[in-house]
């Protein structure tokens, strides 16, 4: 849960001298093999993971319990079924690892002093009032776009109109740039993420044609409503709106300075003028 999540982001790691156990944090070399030839990306130089959560393929992490600093092992595993690199699904692969470094996490305790820590609380029952209401008004903010989601969706197919192509490519394209991005985060290149996919570029894009489709839809008209509504937004609220999305940036990081501000407040406009015209469809 949060509590838990704020606990172990505090923890200390302390270096330790014993057998590795569920719970610590290591560092390792691996490498992984399928009929004795080394797969690509199957390998990795002082990946650092904690033991026992799942951040591997099943039973790779308690292979590593009971190692000891600088020793290595062999083992083999099946890859599940449903593995999500469809060309290793079901086989049998070979791992070699070694154990790089070792330590223990210690997790401060849930009491006062964690929670005065964290911020402007006066104790710990505070904070899980605090944490309680914050999970409450997640729930409700994701029930309310999934409402106007579903709304929105009904007014758009029963909206008769012809959806312009190059408004679609654009949309796919944009999509197929925004799953490359998310492949890349993965460490794969989008070419890797095809291969284990079994699929090309273009049959990808033909999948996602019909969503490319309906998110146009649903672009085109949320703006047909605010034309119609007349619904205006400021200068003032876009600015507002702009500098709280860059508060989220580092004042001397590089990803602030690559943000576009003409992009950043065309987006925000957007932003906002739909929240408009979901208000005035709830008022409906």
């Known amino acids: 849960d949060a509590l838990a999540w704020l606990q172990k982001s505090r923890a200390k790691y302390v270096a330790v001298n014993r057998p590795v156990q569920k719970g610590d944090f290591v560092e390792i070399d691996f490498e992984t093999l399928l009929a004795g030839v080394k ?10 993971l904690i033991i026992g959560e799942g951040g591997f393929m099943p039973g790779f992490e308690d292979n590593l319990v009971g190692m000891e600093v600088g020793r290595e092992k062999e083992f083999s595993l099946k890859a599940p079924d449903d593995y ?3 060309n290793l699904a079901g086989k049998s692969l070979d791992f070699k690892a070694r154990l790089n470094v070792l330590q223990q996490r210690e997790l401060p305790a849930l009491d006062d002093d964690f929670a005065k820590g964290l911020g402007n609380f ?3 029952e505070a ?4 944490v309680k209401d914050g999970i409450m008004a997640e729930k409700e903010q994701k029930e309310k776009e999934r409402a106007r989601i579903k709304t929105i969706e009904a007014i758009a197919e029963q909206t008769n109109f012809e959806t312009p192509q190059i408004l679609i490519d654009y949309e796919l394209e944009k999509m197929m740039s925004e799953l490359n991005q998310s492949v890349g985060r993965l460490g794969l290149s ?3 993420y095809l291969s284990q996919i079994k699929k090309t570029a273009e049959e990808l894009k033909k999948e996602m044609a019909p969503s490319a489709e309906k998110r146009v839809r649903i672009a085109l008209v949320l703006k047909a409503i605010a034309k119609k509504e007349d619904v205006n937004v400021s200068e003032n609220e876009i600015e507002e709106r702009m500098n709280e999305t860059l508060k989220h940036y580092p004042a001397d990081g590089g990803a ?4 576009d501000p003409e992009q950043l407040k065309d987006y925000t406009k957007g932003v906002i003028r739909n929240e408009k015209v979901f208000q005035l469809l709830e008022k409906i």
Do not use: M, T, V
């Open 127 to 130: 904070l899980k009032k605090n």
């Open 84 to 86: 999500f690199a469809k």
């Open 122 to 124: 006066d104790g710990l």
């Open 256 to 259: 602030k300075k690559d943000i």
């Open 39 to 48: 797969i690509e990306n199957g390998e990795s130089k002082n990946h650092g």
């Open 190 to 192: 989008f070419d890797q």
